[in-house]
Structures are given as C-alpha cells and as structure tokens.
C-alpha cells in the first residue's frame, strides 16, 4: 500500500508564503510525474502544478511566478513553494504521485494524500 503523506498547510495572510511537502512510502518501484492539486469550496480539483521524473515543470496560470514545484527522487518528496499568496489561493492541496510497483508494473496515479488546508486572509 503507498501512502502519501502531505504537511505545511495553515493560514498566511496575503503576499505571505507556505511551504508544502509530500512524502511517498511504500511499495515503489519508481516514480513518475508528481504533482500538486487544489479544491475551494464549491470548485471542481484543479491542477497546480506538476514535474516530471525529469524535472520538466508544468504550472497553472494562476500561479505561474508565485510557486515553485521540486521533487527528490531520493526521498521520494515533491515540495510546493508558495510565494505572494492570494486569497483566491485558500483552498485544499492534494498531492498527487504516479508510480510503479513493480518494475513490470504499470504507472499507476491514483493514488492521493489526504490534503492539507490553506487559507490565505486578505
């Protein structure tokens, strides 16, 4: 069973800045893309940003300039570095991991933390 475990969540006021990371345990084989999501209240999931196994970075619009994604295969984490915090950036952030099990295994990315709440007052 692989966990995701996230931490670094809480409340910052505007143009303040959170650290979130992530931790993958388990059985892993290899790692594939990892990424962050969010959910506001009454909004669909939503893309944050994600980075590839080879370091390519992908990030929303919204908070291109302002987060930072990183991982370390090593330790298996992937952190969000988040800058200039907006309210419209409260929300609840999921880390999102695609691994292998096995080396014959295929890439599977279902697999979610449990989230982490960030609130961003104005």
């Known amino acids: 069973q692989v966990q995701l475990v996230e931490s670094g969540g809480g409340l910052v006021q505007a143009g303040g800045s959170l650290r979130l990371s992530c931790a993958a345990s388990?059985?892993?084989?290899?790692?594939?893309?990892m990424g962050w999501y969010r959910q506001a209240p009454g909004k669909q999931r939503e893309l944050v940003a994600n980075?590839?196994?080879?370091?390519?970075?992908n990030y929303a619009d919204s908070v291109k300039g302002r987060i930072a994604i990183s991982r370390d295969n090593a330790k298996k984490t992937v952190v969000l570095q988040m800058n200039s915090l907006k309210p419209e950036d409260t929300a609840v952030y999921y880390c999102?991991?695609?691994?292998?099990?096995?080396?014959?295994?295929?890439?599977?990315?279902?697999?979610w933390g449990q989230g982490t709440q960030v609130t961003v007052s104005s």
């Open positions: 388990g059985r892993i084989f290899s790692i594939g893309d």
């Open positions: 999102n991991v695609c691994f292998r099990k096995w080396y014959w295994s295929p890439m599977q990315c279902d697999t």
């Open positions: 980075i590839t196994s080879d370091g390519s970075t």
